[in-house]
């Protein structure tokens, strides 16, 4: 089971930090991604973290200003929003894919979701 929580609503410029809590499973044996669902549109990869944490990969609109981050002895994964725009307005989602080793872009490549954490960025 995932519970993903941390969202609100921001001024453009803003932080947010995002939190994933998983129980039930191994949770270092999982990659960790979050991805995002604006109104009308399909669910995209944000940010990917491999099982160990070693290894991370951002979508290029938020690189630089996300950060994905994991405490596998919490259980806990997060993601840091900074410098906020309107654009980042969505729906955001953490899913864990039992391939450890591997960051995965696309919605099936994941085994188990969160219900989504509501992040609104007003101008």
């Known amino acids: 089971q995932l519970q993903a929580s941390g969202g609100g609503l921001v001024q453009a410029g803003d932080s947010l930090r995002l939190s994933c809590a998983a129980s039930?499973?191994?949770?270092?044996?999982?990659?960790v991604g979050w991805f995002r669902q604006a109104p009308g549109e399909e669910r995209s990869f944000v940010a990917g973290?491999?099982?160990?944490?070693?290894?991370?990969y951002y979508t290029t609109s938020v690189r630089g200003r996300f950060t994905i981050s994991r405490d596998n002895a919490e259980n806990m994964a997060y993601l840091q929003m900074n410098s906020l725009k309107p654009e980042d307005t969505a729906v955001y989602f953490c899913?864990?894919?039992?391939?450890?080793?591997?960051?995965?872009?696309?919605?099936?490549?994941?085994?188990?979701w969160g219900q989504g954490t509501q992040v609104t960025v007003s101008s």
């Open positions: 899913g864990v894919d039992r391939a450890t080793r591997r960051i995965g872009m696309r919605v099936w490549d994941y085994d188990y």
């Open positions: 039930g499973l191994t949770f270092s044996n999982y990659a």
């Open positions: 973290i491999t099982g160990s944490g070693g290894s991370t």
